[in-house]
Nanobody, 123 residues
Framework: QVQYVESGGGLVPTGGSLRLSCTAS????????MGWFRQAPGQKRELVAG???????YYADSVKGRFAISRDTSKNTLNLQMNSLESEDTAMYYC?????????????????WGQGTQVTVSS
């Protein structure tokens, strides 16, 4: 079973930036679609950014133009650059790979989640 370790979260002021990283225990990011998800308290987990194996990207409307997803297959890592952060971006962020495509990433099913990394944007 693939294990994911997310890092890079923290407390930032509105308008600030963070770069999240996710390391997988296998080379799952090399051959499947992958994405970053987030879950705020009391809300459902949502796909924030997705990357297909042919480098097609998906971004939730709320983050378009502010977030950028990328991967480093040599290190089995998936990154999320987050700029112009807003208080609405406050959430626990998770990564996951192994999807056939972005459509599957939007609806599931999903594998096991890592512990996530907390992003808190102060207003």
């Amino acid at each position: 079973q693939v294990q994911y370790v997310e890092s890079g979260g923290g407390l930032v002021p509105t308008g600030g930036s963070l770069r999240l990283s996710c390391t997988a225990s296998t080379s799952i990011f090399s051959s499947n679609a992958m994405g970053w998800f987030r879950q705020a308290p009391g809300q459902k987990r949502e796909l924030v950014a997705g990357l297909s194996i042919n480098n097609t990207t998906y971004y939730a409307d709320s983050v378009k133009g502010r977030f950028a997803i990328s991967r480093d297959t040599s290190k089995n890592t998936l990154n999320l650059q987050m700029n112009s952060l807003e208080s609405e971006d406050t959430a626990m962020y998770y990564c996951q790979g192994g999807f056939r495509n972005i459509a599957v990433m939007l609806r599931g099913p999903f594998g096991s989640w890592g512990q996530g990394t907390q992003v808190t944007v102060s207003s």
